[in-house]
C-alpha cells in the first residue's frame, strides 16, 4: 500500500497593512461632495482620523465610524470608484506605520517616497521597493451614497 502525501502552499494575499475596520459612508448629495458624483478622473476624497478632506479641504466628517490602518482614499480612476487603505505597504512591512498623500494620479509614502499608481486603478508602486499595492478597501454604490468597508 503506498500513501501520498501532498501539501498545498497557503496561496491567500496577505497584505503588509494591517487590516484594520474601515466604515465610512459618503453621502454624495450633501454640498462638497456634489460634483463628486460626476466621477471626473482623478477626483478623490481622503478621510483621515480628523475628519474627510476633498481637494485638500477639511469638510464635515459625516459617516465615519472607522478609518482603516493609514487612513482611506476615494478615487475617481479609469475604471470608476476606487477605495484604498492609506497606509503605505512597504513601511508597514518594516515595521512602521505611515500615511500616504495624494500628489496628482499617485498616493506617495512621505517617509520611504514609494508612488502607488491609483489612476490606473490598480494601485501598484511605481518605484519597485515592493511589489504590493495598497490594500484594496471594498466599495458599496447605493444611489448617491458610497459606502466603504474592509473587503
Known sequence: MA????????????????????????????????????????????????????????????????????GVLVYVSMNGYDAYDLGCPYCASKGQRTTCTIDGMYAVCPVCGEEYDVASGTAAPQKGLIRETLRRLGLIRSGNTLTVTQQ
Open 3 to 70: 500513501w501520498i502525501l501532498a501539501s498545498c502552499e497557503d496561496s491567500t494575499f496577505r497584505s503588509s497593512v494591517p487590516a484594520y475596520p474601515v466604515h465610512v459612508v459618503i453621502n454624495m448629495d450633501l454640498g462638497s461632495f456634489v460634483h463628486f458624483q460626476n466621477q471626473v478622473p482623478g477626483d478623490h476624497i481622503d478621510v483621515l482620523s480628523d475628519g474627510f478632506h476633498y481637494h485638500d479641504e477639511l469638510v464635515l466628517p459625516l459617516g465615519v465610524n472607522a478609518c482603516g490602518y493609514g
